[in-house]
């Protein structure tokens, strides 16, 4: 009885320990798949490797409108290195999709509230002036204000951003979606024509607009997507939309767009 219950328990062992080495490889598989999908950035933040990694993959999968997995990745993030408070705004972020004029604004001012319970200990969180500039954005974006004010606000503080840190691809990233997503509260918005830019030159009406917001992700190169620039396929696609109020939604776009929560 006493070899069986060792072997049992070296059994246990050896099940335990390969179920662990097929989940790390699984887990290797999946950041495969998301870094030849969303492709692949870095963003300066004061954390560790471990929680810069997630973060990193949080903001790609932003930026290509995965919200689900992108809150996943930003409450790693959290989870990984608590002193990385732009995580919390990275995850409140992904409470707002823009193109589609979708927002969870309770559960995106509930994500900075665990960070701290008001805006000014917040930003006194985060590591850096550049990280600041970002956090205050997005308070912007989160304040208590008419919908129309607060993204307004939040596309103006992501200009000044880019005005202060101009090799910043990820301030050109997100300046560009929330200028996108201001533009409706601007004007009214005419839908989009088929190849409406070609080569960072807008073509037809609202060009001086449509301008403005090509040379802030593409710069004198052109499209960030045309040049080669590091900026993910998603901020392409959606600078590629400017002109029309919502993009034309596929299965794949409208499982991306769910709310976080729900997933």
């Keep these: 009885m006493i070899v069986s219950a060792r072997r049992c328990r070296t059994n246990l062992l050896h ?3 390969t ?4 989940a790390t490889a699984a887990h ?3 950041e495969q798949h998301h870094h030849a ?3 692949t950035l870095h963003f300066p ?3 560790n490797a471990a929680a810069t990694r997630e973060f990193d993959r949080g903001v790609a999968l932003l930026h290509n409108f995965e919200y689900v997995d992108a809150v996943a990745a930003f409450r790693r993030a959290e989870r990984v290195d608590p002193t990385l408070a732009l995580a919390w705004y990275g995850e409140a972020l ?3 999709h823009p193109l589609w004029g979708e927002e969870q604004l309770d559960s995106a001012r509930s994500a900075l509230a665990r960070l701290a319970p008001n805006k000014m200990a917040r930003l006194a969180k985060l590591a850096s002036e550049r990280e600041r500039s970002y956090g205050a954005a997005a308070e912007a974006l989160f304040a208590d204000e008419p919908e129309a004010a607060r993204t307004r606000a939040f596309a103006d503080s992501m200009r000044a951003v880019v005005a202060r ?18 533009a409706v509260f601007i004007r009214p918005v005419a839908r989009a024509r088929p190849r409406a830019l070609e080569h960072g030159r807008p073509r037809g009406r609202r060009t001086g607009v449509l301008r403005s917001r090509v040379e802030l992700v593409g710069g004198r190169s052109g499209f960030a997507c045309l040049a080669g620039s590091p900026l993910t396929h998603g901020v392409c696609e959606a600078a590629e939309m400017i002109g029309a109020r919502q993009p034309k939604r596929t299965g794949r776009r409208r499982a991306s767009a769910r709310s976080p929560e729900t997933a």
């Design 19 to 22: 179920l662990a080495l097929a």
């Design 165 to 182: 840190y101009s090799s910043d691809d990820e301030a050109k990233a997100f300046a560009s979606i929330a200028m996108l997503g201001a």
């Design 94 to 96: 992904t409470f707002r």
């Design 15 to 17: 099940a335990g320990f």
């Design 28 to 30: 290797a598989q999946e």
């Design 37 to 39: 999908t969303v492709g």
């Design 45 to 47: 933040v004061n954390a």
